[in-house]
């Protein structure tokens, strides 16, 4: 409100642990608006507590949208084009933070990893009596719907003419060399080996050994259905070509001061909501400035500490801030060359950096470390230099990172109930130079659970009267630990050549790979019925309806 | 009403309306607030905590169910000599994201453990099937309790490094 009044450097925003995120902390909703009014009438301060079945009641939604996909290929199965029809139910008002001149994610790499350059794209949204809709739920700007358009059309395609699924993709995508691929929609892949991924996980799951044991099954009359999905991401929101939001530049910051101590704060545009950013970018710092990741304090989240920053969510904490990160040490590491020039009374071009120290080209004995020479930039600084030791980066990236990922799902159908139980997921996912592991590989088993979740459960239920059915966890099934399966996750490390450290970002790349790698393996489980496409979430229910409306529950199984 | 409880080992008094909830006795009178509520409907766990040793979700009893019992919040958890074993297991396993879910999760491991100390994977998932997380996908968290349970049992401690594959 005083933003809109240019009151804004008035207004304190602090934000401590919140919670996960996902994208539907990204609107602003009325609840905010009117505490603040409130708060404003009455001179007292006013908290809003939103209860579980208000906020599945009347909280942002996503994913509602309508697709039909068409995709065009040689008898071989040469992809030649693709066209996509889209109406959006965004509720009753538009929810998602779009950036003001970038177009709905479907226009991004909704033509997937293949290589053809032709198609044709066309979104129409409506407005609904819905709550507010269109959120990206953990992907950027929508490219989960797009990515699920692609992957299943791309199957059904290998259904029609009797091609294995993985081997028309091996035949159909964009190659290593191709990098950097300019689309058929205009954007730049910026690197990618989707051939490496794909043959890295048809290799941990056995999947000649899984086709071969589907072929028994299939003798036998049993359900039992493999699918693959090789899609591509688009992360790091964004270059200030492409992006802005009311004209400010979608870049994102870092700050860090180093004390005379040698241990440093750094601070941030960007907000963690469980993705560990307080590990990741110390462990950026500690790598371009060789102080130990442990004296590196990172905090976010409170305006009148922070450098001007547009938060994080899109997955694009890595490719801005983490950059930004980067950046801001190295002009540190520039400013320590120079004060150690200056001490050991050599040319700076006589220094050689290796982490944590300079030291004199042929007498490694005459060195600085980076601690001596923060010290020094306190207390014994060349004349004319600026005293303190501290710096800060926007970044505003030169392009988008491109993410992308390999993943096959085993699925187990009962011929009886239909009940579908997912035996194995393999996802391999490449997301550049990796930082941590750990924190890596826990954003991926995370996503995934939420990519297995509109694949197989979530749905928000209307009756004809715009009721909600299913407004609380009862009956809104949050995958739990016994839906989820266990996932095996890995990965292939194509850097990004533009990104600093060469990373990208990886958040919600399991969310986006996910669902049409699971649809997959259920309609090639089905395929003795003949079925080569379901609308997710597929449930046992609606594989039964399907069956029943289509005539086909007494087909013979064995084929 | 006045009750009396024993909150993490301490005597406790209150005194409460007769339809305030446990969780608000919990996070409002005793400023525990690590105890979290996660929905109105008793389906997400997070507040979970132990009455008597037992299991149960404090968003669903009301305080005065409780007048004279033993109640266990994440806040008894470390003691003197450090962190819990199930406490250690999370930590050292990265089964904790925004750690929302993450008290009652635990509470819920602790009660698993005390009755199953050396649960199987079907086990552990579904015994913690009552306690909903949205950033981790399990995984770890099963990680997590196995390595406490291997902690209790005294047993060699599982590697923690992640695995790929
Ligand atoms: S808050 Fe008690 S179960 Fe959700
Ligand atoms: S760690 Fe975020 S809900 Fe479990």
Not at chain 1, 538 to 559: C, H, N, Y
Not at chain 2, 32 to 37: E, F, L, V
């Amino acid at each position: 409100m005083a933003g809109h009044a240019g009151q804004k450097h008035k207004i304190r925003v602090v934000s401590p642990d919140i919670g996960g995120g996902f994208g539907g902390k990204v609107p602003i909703y009325p609840g905010y608006v009117i505490a603040i009014a409130v708060s404003f009438l009455t001179g007292v301060p006013i908290k809003w507590v939103e209860d579980r079945s208000e906020n599945l009641q009347a909280d942002s939604f996503a994913r509602d949208y309508h697709i039909k996909a068409e995709i065009a290929a040689t008898k071989e199965g040469k992809i030649q084009a693709t066209r996509f029809k889209v109406l959006a139910d965004h509720g009753y008002t538009d929810a998602s933070a779009n950036p003001s001149k970038f177009p709905t994610g479907l226009f991004s790499i909704g033509t997937g990893s293949y290589d053809y350059d032709t198609a044709y794209m066309e979104a129409d949204a409506v407005y609904t009596n819905k709550p507010p809709g269109g959120v990206a739920y953990r992907c950027s700007f929508r490219v989960t719907e797009a990515v699920h358009a692609i992957e299943t059309v791309v199957d059904t395609l290998a259904l029609k003419i009797g091609k294995d699924p993985a081997q028309l993709r091996f035949e159909n995508f964009i190659k290593k060399d191709q990098f950097p691929w300019k689309s058929p929609t205009g954007w730049e892949y910026d690197s990618g080996d989707y051939k490496a991924g794909l043959e890295k996980a048809m290799k941990a799951i056995d999947y000649d050994g899984l086709r071969e044991e589907q072929v028994e099954k299939r003798k036998k009359g049993e359900l039992m259905g493999i699918g693959i999905s090789t899609f591509t991401e688009i992360v790091g929101a964004g270059p200030s070509k492409d992006f802005d939001i009311l004209g400010i530049k979608m870049f994102d910051s870092a700050e860090i001061r180093v004390h005379p101590t040698g241990k440093a704060i750094a601070r941030f545009g960007t907000k963690s909501q469980g993705q560990g950013h307080e590990t990741t970018y110390a462990q950026i710092i500690a790598e371009e400035l060789g102080i130990p990741a442990e004296n590196i304090q990172v905090e976010e989240g409170d305006t009148d500490t922070a450098p001007y920053g547009l938060g994080t969510y899109a997955s694009r904490s890595t490719p801005t801030a983490g950059a930004a990160a980067a950046m801001a040490a190295r002009k540190l590491r520039d400013k320590a060359k120079k004060i150690a020039a200056y001490l050991l009374e050599v040319s700076e071009d006589d220094l050689e950096w290796e982490p944590g120290k300079f030291s004199v080209k042929g007498a490694p004995e005459k060195s600085k470390t980076i601690q001596e020479l923060v010290f020094a930039a306190y207390t014994n600084h060349p004349q004319g230099m600026e005293a303190g030791f501290e710096a800060t980066h926007y970044y505003d990236p030169p392009n988008l990172t491109f993410p992308n990922g390999a993943y096959i799902c085993v699925v187990d159908i009962d011929s009886d109930t239909f009940e579908i139980n997912v035996r194995r997921f393999v996802a391999i996912d490449d997301c550049g130079n990796i930082i941590n592991p750990m924190i890596v590989q826990g954003q991926v088993h995370g996503g995934l659970t939420q990519g297995i979740a509109p694949a197989m459960y979530e749905e928000l239920l209307y009756d004809d009267d715009g009721n909600i059915l299913n407004g609380t966890l009862m009956d809104y099934l949050v995958p739990t630990a016994v839906e989820s399966p266990s996932w095996e996750t890995g990965h292939t490390i194509t850097p990004s050549p533009h990104h600093p450290i060469g990373a990208k970002g990886v958040g919600e790349s399991p969310t986006v790979g996910a669902p049409p790698a699971i649809a997959n393996a259920i309609c090639d489980a089905l395929k003795p019925y003949g079925i080569t496409h379901m609308n997710i979430p597929i449930t046992p229910f609606k594989i039964f309806k399907t069956l029943q409306e289509k005539g086909l529950l007494d087909t013979d199984l064995k084929i | 009403m006045e009750i009396k409880i024993k909150l993490n080992g301490t005597e406790m008094t209150a005194d409460v309306e007769p339809r305030t909830l446990l969780v608000h006795l919990i996070r409002e009178k005793f400023s525990s607030t690590g105890t979290h509520i996660g929905c109105d409907t008793s389906s997400c766990g997070a507040c979970t905590i132990l009455i008597d040793g037992k299991s149960a979700k404090s968003c669903t009893i009301l305080a005065v169910q409780v007048n004279g019992k033993e109640i266990s919040t994440v806040e008894g958890l470390l003691t003197a000599e450090g962190l819990h074993p199930i406490q250690e297991g999370f930590k050292e396993n990265h089964a904790l994201h925004c750690g929302f879910c993450t008290p009652g999760m635990m509470m819920r491991a602790v009660e698993l453990l005390e009755k199953n100390p050396n649960p199987s994977e079907d086990e552990i998932r579904w015994g913690i099937s009552g306690n909903l997380c949205r950033c981790t996908g399990y995984n770890n968290i099963v990680s997590a309790i196995k390595y406490a349970s291997a902690k209790i049992r005294g047993a060699e401690l599982p590697s923690t490094e992640p695995k790929f594959v």
